[in-house]
């Protein structure tokens, strides 16, 4: 009995299972989809501007709640010619970022669009959330009580940043997790599919 607890006491800590989260953005050409993703993985940023062509992905290694996490974030083209290509990325996705850029109009009129393409695409337990980027531009068009309201219209969690200044961007990729992680039970090799619509009236998760 005692060789038994001895060897146990010995053993190393037995480690949370590894979880596989995939996060798509989503939004229209220019939002700063490209510039959130590289802010957040690369801790870089840069002014010059080239379209996404199809989609591209960066991998994140991070610790959420003490469980390790691996979150593979797609970069989608906003361009409407792109849209049939982009459709096969939102199979298999955990969450989804839509993304409006703060002082251009139209690309926020869009978001109820791209909601709809999330809705006919991706599963419907999929993590939602919207994003105001360019929150440190002069010259804002939308502002945040409009986005807030739209927001709860649409059922979304909501988050202004910059992926300039890095405002609010890590917190954007880790409340995602968080949540996803949050109404899942610990199990390994299965994939974690929420909602975070269901918290988005009671409370702002990402405000």
Not at 54 to 83: C, H, N, S, Y
Not at 183 to 202: D, E, T, V, Y
Request: charged share 25%; net charge positive; aromatic share 6%.
């Amino acid at each position: 009995m005692l060789s038994i607890v001895f060897s146990s006491l010995l053993s190393p800590p037995s480690r949370p299972p590894q979880v596989l989260l995939k996060v798509i953005i989503l939004g229209d050409s220019g939002v700063g989809k490209t510039s959130l993703m590289n802010q957040y993985v690369n801790k870089r940023f840069s002014a010059q501007y080239k379209a996404t062509i199809g989609a591209d992905f960066l991998t994140k290694e991070l610790e959420v709640d003490g469980r390790p996490v691996t979150m593979q974030i797609w970069d989608t083209a906003g361009q409407e010619r792109f849209r049939t290509i982009t459709s096969a990325y939102y199979r298999g996705a955990d969450g989804v970022i839509m993304v409006y850029d703060v002082t251009h109009r139209e690309s926020f009129d869009h978001v109820s669009e791209w909601l709809a393409e999330v809705n006919k695409h991706a599963s419907e337990d999929c993590c939602k959330l919207i994003i105001g980027n360019k929150s440190d531009a002069p010259g804002r068009a939308v502002t945040t009580e409009e986005a807030r309201e739209k927001a709860d219209e649409l059922a979304c969690p909501f988050l202004e940043t910059s992926a300039k200044t890095s405002t609010n961007v890590e917190e954007a990729f880790l409340t995602l997790a968080s949540e996803l992680l949050r109404r899942s039970p610990a199990q390994p090799q299965k994939k974690k599919r929420l909602s975070l619509a269901a918290s988005a009236k009671g409370r702002k998760c990402c405000s």
